[in-house]
């Protein structure tokens, strides 16, 4: 079974610094695809960043990148120039890529998410 | 943009109800879902529909059902309310294509007294 790990429930960080949020994940599939979401205090899940198991460069999406270890199993967050709209809780989570149509699944399956506190 | 819409932002329902939740998107996509979101829990999936009239089972499917009459609209229905189905509901959709992001609305905060 697919699993997602984020071992810091919280972080903290400096108004302007960069911030690395983790994300370990376990599954016995060659496709998958990896999905960040920032959720604010006002509930929405709002979608950050992609990276595929078969991507040769690191995604990246403005201040945002992946770096994602593949034999490490490993796709952490990267936030550079952390901003006060930053504070939320940040999600990974992980989709098998194959195709319904293939025997697979759309299901996203979810970390426990970090809570991420920038201080001015 | 993708525009996911969930009918309440707040729902208070008493134990017994029969309760509703819609969730409609604009973007003429084949996958929705519904999830519920616990504090120290995460995300659980509790069902999806990859096509009119389709569903599948999630993770925690008891105690709920669901309806996918029209494509753009998919209903969660607690059939028989109880106050440990008090929880977010997030409702999302997506395009039959790998690599593309599931979007999500706004959430819907259900309390049942």
């Known amino acids: 079974a697919q699993k997602i790990t984020q071992t810091q429930p919280g972080m903290f960080v400096q108004e302007k610094e960069a911030v690395t949020l983790d994300c370990t994940y376990d599954t016995s599939d060659p496709s998958y695809g990896l999905f960040w979401y920032k959720q604010p205090s006002s509930g929405e899940m709002i979608f950050l960043i992609y990276?595929?198991?078969?991507?040769?460069q690191n995604a990246t999406e403005g201040r945002y990148s992946l770096n994602f270890q593949k034999a490490r199993k490993s796709a952490n967050l990267v936030i550079s120039a952390s901003q006060l709209g930053d504070s939320a809780m940040y999600f990974c989570?992980?989709?098998?890529?194959?195709?319904?149509?293939?025997?697979?699944?759309?299901?996203?399956?979810f970390g426990k998410g970090t809570k991420l506190t920038v201080n001015p | 943009d993708v525009k996911v819409t969930q009918s309440s932002r707040y729902l208070v329902k008493r134990t017994g109800e029969k309760v509703f939740l819609e969730c409609v998107q604009d973007m003429d996509h084949e996958n929705m879902f519904w999830y519920r979101q616990d504090p120290g829990l995460g995300l659980r999936l509790i069902y999806f529909?990859?096509?009119?009239?389709?569903?599948e089972k999630g993770d925690i499917p008891e105690g709920y059902s669901v309806s996918r009459e029209k494509k753009e609209r998919f209903s969660l229905i607690l059939e028989s309310a109880s106050t440990n189905q008090t929880s977010m509901y997030l409702c999302a959709s997506s395009p039959g294509y790998s690599n593309q992001p599931q979007h999500f609305g706004d959430g819907t905060r259900l309390s049942i007294l």
């Open positions: 529909s990859y096509d009119v009239k389709m569903k």
């Open positions: 989570a992980m989709r098998e890529a194959t195709p319904l149509t293939q025997g697979g699944s759309e299901k996203l399956v």
């Open positions: 990276q595929g198991s078969y991507d040769q």
